[in-house]
Structures are given as structure tokens and as C-alpha cells.
């Protein structure tokens, strides 16, 4: 489970993190990533209709979170992601693998220049 400091909420962070982050995409995942002055990561998710109804949406979400939980601990502090889910299905452990790694390659490489 994705702990409750570590959840993204409010509106206007999403709109900002969509509009101005980074894009990194998977046949069923669009992630959008930016950095912010935030002490812990956080994560919130988009889950539209298309996906299915309410409890389908749901359980999507849940299965979303518990495979951004297991890297929490290697996201670096102020990371801010929104997950964009596109199609349902199964199983996204090894999208969200993916995904976290362009992620953190990318986000690694900034911190390294900032640091120069």
C-alpha cells in the first residue's frame, strides 16, 4: 500500500505536474514526472472511464499503488508523478519498472548538472 504522505491529492498539482513534467510512456501507462520542494515523492494516479466503472477503476488504482509502493524508497525526495492509466489490464509491475527507471535515469542526470 502506497503510504498516505507519499499520495498526491490536490488538483492543482496535478494540473501542474501533466502540463510542465517530464512524459514517459508504456503501451498502458503514461507517467509525468517533475520535481518540486516537496520532503517525501508522492504519487497520484488518473484512472479515466474508459477503463472500465467505478470498481474496475478502483481496483486498477489499488494494483497501481501497490507496485509504486515496493519504489518509494529509490524515488528521489520532491519527485512529484502523475500515472496516467490508458487500458486496463492484469498486471503493470514490469510497465511501472520501466517506467520508474526512464524516471530516475532522467531525474538522476539533472541532479548531477545541478550539483556541477
Known amino acids: 500500500m502506497l503510504p498516505k504522505p507519499n499520495r498526491l491529492r ?8 501533466t502540463k510542465t513534467g517530464a512524459r514517459f510512456s508504456a503501451p498502458n501507462l503514461v507517467l509525468y514526472a517533475n520535481l518540486a520542494k516537496t520532503d517525501q515523492p508522492k504519487i497520484g494516479f488518473i484512472v479515466n472511464r474508459s477503463v472500465g466503472g ?3 477503476r478502483h481496483l486498477v ?5 501497490h507496485n509504486f509502493a515496493a ?3 529509490s524515488l528521489p525526495n520532491g519527485l512529484m ?3 496516467r492509466v490508458l487500458k486496463a489490464q492484469n498486471d ?3 510497465e511501472v519498472s520501466q517506467l520508474v527507471e526512464k524516471t530516475l535515469l532522467k531525474f538522476s542526470t539533472q541532479n548531477n ?3 556541477k
Do not use: E, M, Q
Request: hydrophobic residues 45%; positive net charge; glycine residues 4%.
Open 10 to 17: 490536490a488538483g492543482s498539482d496535478f494540473n501542474l505536474i
Open 81 to 83: 508523478i502523475v500515472v
Open 71 to 73: 519504489h518509494i524508497p
Open 113 to 115: 548538472k545541478a550539483d
Open 54 to 56: 467505478s470498481v474496475a
Open 61 to 65: 488504482t489499488r494494483k497501481l499503488r
Open 92 to 94: 503493470y509491475t514490469t
